[in-house]
């Protein structure tokens, strides 16, 4: 697009209101924390912490919306930033004004706000993302404890017929450890011809 159709003429004050309208229309928490403490943020970002409006937050202290557990990260990446060093964006663990913890994506970078060094921090919402890695997790453990108590020998195998998994029943009836077993052949353990195999569960298995 020709430069000459951007509009160069716009007053600091003119740009600054659009920044700022550009920055509430972002669904991401944006803030800027200025020693130590909320110098401004958005109304999405004082949503995400559990306020009614953003002039609810400024002057707050940043720490006070930092789970305990992110405390030394925390501290760590603030002084990284303060010697204009890059950090990486990470997962933190934030606390909402009611108490309430949420988890988010966070970036920051050092900028300089009212002529002063600041930190610009954008945060995105994962909270969701998170409690369904959770729930996963958690369907996972009960399935894996499930196969494990189990009194019938249960062995998985790849398309190869190596064993992926064994329950303990498995490896009590074989008479071997799991590290003994994990990566080998099933065939080595129990002999069958070569051959193509279809388990009632759809897989197939080739013993060469």
Not at 80 to 103: A, W
Not at 147 to 169: E, F, P, Q, T
Request: charged share 25%; net charge negative.
């Amino acid at each position: 697009m020709p430069m000459e159709n951007f509009d160069n003429s716009a007053s600091p004050l003119e740009s600054e209101d659009r920044y700022r309208q550009l920055v509430e229309l972002c669904p991401d928490l944006i803030a800027i924390n200025y020693d130590g403490k909320i110098a401004f943020i958005n109304s999405a970002g004082a949503k995400l912490l559990g306020a009614e409006s953003p002039d609810q937050l400024i002057g707050r202290s940043v720490k006070d919306f930092i789970h305990t557990q992110n405390y030394e990260l925390s501290r760590q990446r603030l002084q990284q930033l303060k010697q204009s060093k890059s950090v990486p964006s990470i997962e933190e663990t934030f606390i909402r004004l009611d108490g309430t913890v949420f988890y988010a994506e966070a970036s920051a970078m050092p900028i300089t706000y009212c002529g002063k060094r600041a930190i610009l921090v954008v945060a995105h919402d994962i909270t969701e993302r998170k409690q369904a890695e959770k729930a996963l997790n958690e369907t996972k453990e009960y399935l894996d404890n499930l196969i494990d108590s189990s009194l019938d020998g249960i062995v998985a195998v790849n398309n190869d017929g190596h064993i992926i998994r064994a329950n303990s029943y498995f490896i009590k009836l074989i008479g071997y450890q799991r590290e003994e077993i994990i990566g080998k052949r099933i065939a080595g353990f129990f002999p069958l011809e070569p051959g193509t195999y279809h388990s009632s569960a759809g897989a197939t298995v080739t013993i060469d």
